[in-house]
């Protein structure tokens, strides 16, 4: 049984390319020596997204199982993937998918997709855990009308741009956000614990209110190139790092 609660995740490298970030880890190599890094720089779990020899996102099992075991073998923590659906658009595919997988240790979940719901029960039905990915206010009522809330390892709290695209003030906005959904989890009595993390220019300053709440957070390149200063970062250690100094993942 893995550990529900995991202070500081490192996101490694979600849909970003080498054109997008040069340190960008892709292939099984790169993703175990950049989560070992990260986890001596204080990260206690990882999230990433697997690729084909093309390097191209991919669900398929043989190559989700052997991306993970490899990573978690380089990092000793917990490792975890992705089902989302710009990956493979069609529901019951992907559903076919998830459901070939045995290594990983969890999968987020996206509540606002397609098909959510059966994601989430063949994640159950093989084992692995769900980090149920809640963008909106309307998705926590979707999470805890699924009848399967108390079976997740956690709620990624997980507002970004998209969700923030009209805003005039999106720093706020989205602190505003995330208080209107915490609200409603615990209106809704869902106690499972809960990891807050953005993207894009909102990254950090969900992250210190993820710190102030004294919630689990995440950092990585999927979800910012800059580091806290505004600086261009070196990579996912360095974001770490940073998230460390400003109390992420510190008891």
């Not at 997204?49 to 917990?78: F, N, Q, S």
């Not at 999927?222 to 109390?247: I, K, M, Q, S």
Request: with cysteine; hydrophobic share 40%; charged share 30%.
């Amino acid at each position: 049984m893995i550990s529900t609660r995991v202070g500081l995740q490192a996101a490694l490298n979600g849909d970003r390319t080498k054109a997008t970030h040069p340190a960008t880890p892709l292939s099984v190599e790169e993703l175990a020596q950049d989560a070992a890094a990260c986890v001596a720089a204080g990260a206690r779990a990882i999230h990433l997204h697997p690729r084909d020899p093309e390097r191209r996102e991919t669900l398929d099992a043989g190559i989700v199982d052997e991306v993970v075991t490899k990573v978690r073998e380089a990092c000793g923590v917990p490792v975890g993937v992705t089902t989302s659906a710009e990956i493979e658009p069609d529901p019951e595919r992907r559903l076919g998918l998830v459901r070939a997988w045995r290594a990983p240790d969890y999968a987020s979940v996206n509540l606002s997709e397609a098909g959510a719901t059966e994601i989430m029960e063949g994640l159950v039905e093989v084992g692995v855990g769900i980090e149920a990915g809640v963008w909106t206010v309307e998705d926590a009522e979707r999470l805890g009308a699924s009848g399967l809330s108390g079976r997740v390892t956690r709620v990624l709290v997980e507002p970004g741009e998209l969700q923030l695209q009209d805003s005039e003030d999106k720093t706020a906005d989205a602190v505003g956000l995330v208080e209107y959904i915490h609200q409603v989890l615990d209106r809704l009595d869902l106690k499972s614990p809960r990891l807050q993390h953005g993207d894009g220019e909102v990254t950090w300053v969900l992250l210190k209110d993820a710190v102030r709440r004294g919630l689990d957070t995440r950092i990585g390149l999927e979800d910012t190139l800059f580091g806290p200063d505004g600086e261009r970062t070196a990579g996912n250690e360095a974001l770490v790092r940073a998230a460390r100094e400003l109390g992420a993942g510190i008891d």
